[in-house]
């Protein structure tokens, strides 16, 4: 059973930044495509950014040309790069892979204030 662990987050002021990591249990990381996911209080979770094993990249538009994905596959590790935060950045993110999902770690909560 992969287990998920992510870090990072923290309170800044809109404008700032923080870089989440992701780090994942197990032998099958490299070959997954990975995402992050956030879920702001009383929202469904969302998607934000997938990266492939091959290492391409996509993003919600929504943090389009602010956040940059990437991944360390010999630490089995997936980061996030958050720039130009915004309040509505403000949840709680997680990362998972593809469904069927991993089962889901406690997520890092990222607080931006105005």
């Known amino acids: 059973q992969v287990q998920l662990l992510e870090s990072g987050g923290g309170s800044v002021q809109a404008g700032g930044s923080l870089r989440l990591s992701c780090a994942a249990s197990g032998d099958t990381f490299s070959i997954n495509a990975m995402n992050w996911y956030r879920q702001a209080p009383g929202k469904q979770r969302e998607w934000v950014a997938i990266?492939?094993?091959?290492?391409?990249?996509n993003y919600a538009d929504s943090v389009k040309d602010r956040f940059t994905i990437s991944r360390d596959n010999a630490k089995n590790t997936v980061f996030l790069q958050m720039n130009s935060l915004r309040p509505a950045d403000t949840a709680v993110y997680y990362c998972?892979?593809?469904?069927?999902?991993w089962g889901w770690g406690q997520g890092t909560q990222v607080t931006v204030s105005s």
């Open positions: 990266i492939t094993s091959g290492g391409s990249t």
């Open positions: 998972n892979k593809n469904h069927p999902y």
